[in-house]
Each structure stands twice: as C-alpha cells, then as structure tokens.
C-alpha cells in the first residue's frame, strides 16, 4: 500500500519561479491537508480540503494555492516562490477530517535561493 | 478557532527515568485531541487521541495522555523512556463544533535521552 505519496521529494528553485507539490493518496480519504514545517515551527496548516471540490485556508495560506483535482489528488502550488518559503511541506489525509488519524507523506524539502 | 500549545521546546530525561510532555489547548469546548511522534528523518505517527469518554487514554509504544478539562491539557505521559524514544512529539488538536476539518499543531516538544 502506497498511503500518500509526495512528489516532488527535493526541489530547489530561484526566488521567483513557480512549482507544484502534488500529492495523491490511495485510501479513499475524504480530507486531504498540506502542512508546512520549520524549525521551533512545528507544523502549520496552509490549505486543506475537506472533500473534491471544496479548499479551505489553514493558518498559513498566503503565497500558496491549491487544487483538490480529485478525491485521490491535493496539490500546492508556489506561484512566485519565496526565500520565505523554504521549508519541509507535509501533504496527509484523513478518513474522517478532524476527527481522524493523519496519515502523511514522507515531506517535500523546497529551497527558495 | 482552536489553538494548542506545548510549553516545553525541549526535555532531556534519562533512560528509564519516566517521561510528561505537555499540551494545552484552546478551544470553547472539547476538542479532538491527539498526539504524534517524528522520529529523526521519520515522517509523522499517531501515538494516540481523545475524544470523549475515558479521559485516560492509552497509546502505541507505551504511551498514555490524561485529558483535564479544568486544565484544558491533554499531557502525555510514558512511565520509563527507551533510548527509542528520543523524538520530536507534537500534540494537535480538531474543532468537533467547527463542521470543519482543520487539524493545527503545536510547536512541538524535542524529547532528548541521557544514557
């Protein structure tokens, strides 16, 4: 069983230029989360979605977007990547939103130069 | 909106030595409430989670947490450390009465063994 796969897994990128993290989970979860996490941070929570079709802004959304392209796939998108940005991103779903087990990805390591 | 806090940024116990991180929260009434584990180059694990009932709670790996409303604090607690055990812990916490799916994290607590 895959669970959630991430890809990329590294990526470097000049301050400026776009990216997409895509994400897919193979559980038929419902609700699908993307986390960024720093260190002394913790995790914070960017967008999630709580079913297809529908996205909600987390605690930190700003420069981000995201598509719920489908039940299985979450992606987050750097429209114009940021020094700022730099940091470890978590994709993870769940069966039962709020109520449930994460379930995450092995992280996504982005470097904005 | 719910919030959590962990006080500690990091705890060093010794081996064998019994183990209480700590987890406040936020919240206008009884959250969901877990704790997860990231070891060293690990992704993320549930230990456990609360969310109504028996507010002693037993976990993977020897853990268990006590949720306290009058506190609201949800600790987690493990009776005697392995040297395993050296890990960051993060305690996070649902909102039941939000008819949303968030799901925020603290700050987490680095967990340090001494041999």
């Known amino acids: 069983n895959a669970g959630v796969t991430q890809t990329p897994k590294f990526q470097v990128l000049k301050t400026g230029q776009s990216m997409t993290l895509q994400c897919a989970q193979d559980?038929?979860?419902?609700?699908m989360y993307w986390y960024r996490q720093d260190p002394g941070m913790g995790l914070r929570l960017i967008y999630y979605?709580?079913?297809?079709?529908?996205?909600d802004k987390g605690e930190v959304p700003n420069g981000y977007n995201v598509s719920r392209l489908n039940k299985r796939e979450f992606s987050l998108r750097l429209e114009s990547a940021a020094p700022s940005q730099t940091s470890v991103y978590f994709c993870?779903?769940?069966?039962?939103?709020?109520?449930?087990?994460?379930?995450f990805g092995e992280g996504s390591r982005l470097t904005v130069l | 909106a719910q919030s959590v806090t962990q006080p500690d940024i990091h705890i060093t116990v010794s081996e064998g030595a019994s183990l209480e991180l700590r987890c406040n929260y936020s919240?206008?009434?009884?959250?969901?409430l877990f704790w997860y584990v990231q070891s060293p180059g690990q992704g993320l694990q549930l230990l456990l989670k609360?969310?109504?009932?028996?507010?002693l709670v037993q976990g993977i790996k020897g853990f268990e947490a006590e949720f306290k409303r009058s506190q609201s604090s949800f600790n987690l607690r493990k009776p005697s450390v392995h040297w395993s055990d050296a890990a960051e812990y993060f305690c996070?916490?649902?909102?039941?009465?939000?008819?949303?799916?968030?799901?925020?994290f603290g700050k987490g607590t680095r967990l340090h063994i001494l041999p």
């Open positions: 993870a779903s769940s069966a039962t939103g709020a109520a449930g087990e994460l379930f």
């Open positions: 559980m038929n979860h419902n609700s």
């Open positions: 979605s709580a079913s297809e079709g529908t996205t």
């Open positions: 919240y206008g009434a009884t959250p969901y």
């Open positions: 609360y969310f109504s009932g028996d507010t």
């Open positions: 996070a916490v649902g909102a039941p009465m939000n008819r949303d799916d968030k799901i925020i």
